[in-house]
């Protein structure tokens, strides 16, 4: 079984069909997609001498070449290394190495940066820049076989965003990401052969993990011409491609409806946001629902079980009379289809419905293990369960309420704090722009409530206003006992907010 058959499938059923576009231009269809495909890949074995589970990395600035350069790598039986464009030198030196790439592809704009980690990766024997003859290079000949893979093959090493240390890379098999792929269509959408999805967010994370639901039932991959999320051309483009679909974080479907030009939106345009990667505040979702209509669905997922533990659909999201509608949009959803999901207690115990714990998964999604990294893998895939490492409880529906990562929840005076619970309350407050709540060392208390809070442009904020919010709001030991005011959060490159970096100022 090898993942590069979906592209087969999809060259055999919607060949004419528009399979990747560049901005408002088709690039090519699926027939023409699967033929320089096969032929890039013989290459990959024969002029490369790569062969079965050898990992090519790429960094590249969102673009259609990327398809192409997965799909060439399944199809010769290879393991992708996708790296984010946005990474330091000193990044994506340490996943060449970790990773032992013998080759990565680049966008021109990283030739230098990679040239400069290539010299700490002895196993990178080449770069190729896409938009050079060499690539070009790799277009003549014939094609070859698709290779035969185990299920079980690497297909995809999902170096971790990192937030809590050192990246780690998930081994994603051909089996995990055909599974997510069915996932998607049970518990997200099956879009129409024909519609569209524009890659604004890193193709080397959640946007690029979507690519496999939507060439199985061809659909039209378009990315933006700037290669970044710029929400003008986004807009644009959804205008252009038909019944769109798109992934972004929760930051960006903030920026999204704050922009001026999401009313240039043409009705219908815009089938489906899929958000997550981190929590989307309720403020900001009813917002959102409100400016674009019953669009959205929430994921909860990890590299190591990609895009698939828990769902919050576009229908409960529509249900507005239900009684518990604000509860259930501040929760993550109902667990995936393809996934068991269990809220227990450090022996790994189920706890009692309501109850805090740490979130386990099991299932087809689940990674093999990290890549080099038994430890790593012994911590977190324990008698067959993936241990996310991230903090919850389910209510009497089935409904699953994150609470935090695990490392991030604060211990003050022996009660757990849960800094989102905080950080809801702080974002209601119209001049609150951002905020981050984490735990500072406390003799007596062992730790206490700080909260860093970004104002909205021109407004006057006070620490005695938030107190006061915070007092109508939460139990009293919850509230920060500091207010510290930034101008900016500390993000990484898929826009999480980095605690580790806010503890490092306290
Ligand atoms: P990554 O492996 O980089 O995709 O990061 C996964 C982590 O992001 C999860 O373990 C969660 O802590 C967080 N995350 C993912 N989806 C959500 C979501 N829908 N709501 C809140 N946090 C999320």
């Known amino acids: 079984m090898n993942i590069a058959h979906l592209l087969l499938g999809a060259a055999q059923e919607f060949r004419d069909i528009p399979a990747l576009a560049r901005g408002d231009a088709v690039h090519l269809d699926h027939w023409n997609l699967w033929r320089k495909v096969s032929v890039m890949s013989a290459h990959l074995t024969a002029r490369f001498g790569l062969s079965r589970g050898d990992r090519v990395a790429f960094a590249m600035t969102n673009c259609v070449e990327s398809i192409e350069v997965m799909y060439a790598i399944w199809h010769a039986g290879l393991c992708a290394v996708p790296m984010n464009a946005k990474l330091h030198a000193r990044e994506f030196a340490f996943i060449l190495e970790n990773s032992g790439a013998r080759l990565c592809f680049v966008t021109p704009d990283l030739t230098t940066t990679i040239a400069e980690a290539a010299r700490e990766a002895p196993a990178l024997k080449e770069i190729v820049d896409v938009t050079t003859g060499a690539y ?12 035969d893979c185990e299920p079980t093959d690497t297909a995809w090493l999902f170096y971790t965003s990192g937030t809590t240390g050192r990246p780690k890379g998930a081994m994603l098999s051909h089996r995990n990401l055909l599974a997510m792929t069915l996932n998607y269509y049970a518990d997200v959408d099956r879009p129409p052969a024909g519609s569209s999805i524009v890659h604004a967010a890193p193709i080397s994370h959640g946007s690029g993990l979507w690519n496999f639901p939507m060439v199985a039932r061809g659909v039209t991959q378009v990315f933006p011409e700037s290669g970044h999320y710029d929400v003008p051309e986004t807009v644009g483009l959804m205008n252009r491609w038909p019944d769109c679909s798109i992934f972004l974080a929760p930051t960006m479907v ?11 939106l043409k009705p219908g345009a815009l089938r489906l946001i899929t958000y997550g990667g981190a929590p989307m505040y309720v403020s900001d979702l009813k917002r959102a629902l409100d400016t674009l209509g019953n669009v959205l669905c929430q994921l909860y997922g990890q590299g190591e079980s990609p895009m698939t533990i828990t769902h919050l659909s576009r229908e409960i999201h529509a249900d507005r009379r239900h009684p518990r509608w604000e509860q259930r949009l501040a929760s993550a959803g109902l667990a995936d289809t393809c996934v068991e999901v269990r809220v ?20 087809d999604t689940v990674m093999s293990g990290y890549w080099n990294n038994p430890e790593a893998t012994a911590r977190s895939l ?28 604060i211990i003050s005076g022996g009660s757990n704090i849960y800094p989102r619970e905080i950080e809801d309350v702080l ?40 107190d006061r919010l915070c007092l109508d709001n939460i139990a009293r030991f919850k509230r920060p006992k500091d207010y510290r005011f930034v101008d900016a959060l500390p993000k990484n490159n898929y826009g999480k907010i980095l605690k580790t970096e806010l503890r490092t100022k306290l």
Do not use: Y
């Open 344 to 363: 227990v207690d450090d022996e790994g115990r189920k706890v009692p419905v309501g109850e805090v714990g740490e979130i386990i998964v099991k299932g």
């Open 136 to 147: 070009a290079l790799m277009q003549g000949g014939d094609a070859g076989p698709v290779a």
């Open 254 to 264: 903030k920026r999204l409806i704050e922009h001026g030009s999401v009313s240039e």
């Open 427 to 466: 974002n209601l407050h119209p001049a609150v722009a951002e905020c981050s709540v984490v735990g500072r060392p406390h003799p007596e208390w062992g730790e206490e409530v700080v909260a860093f809070v970004v104002a909205r442009p021109g407004a006057n904020l006070s620490p005695a206003e938030l």
């Open 382 to 409: 324990r008698s067959g369960w993936l241990w996310t490492g991230d903090v919850g409880a389910f209510d009497e529906d089935g409904f699953l309420t994150l609470k935090d990562r695990s490392k991030d929840m």
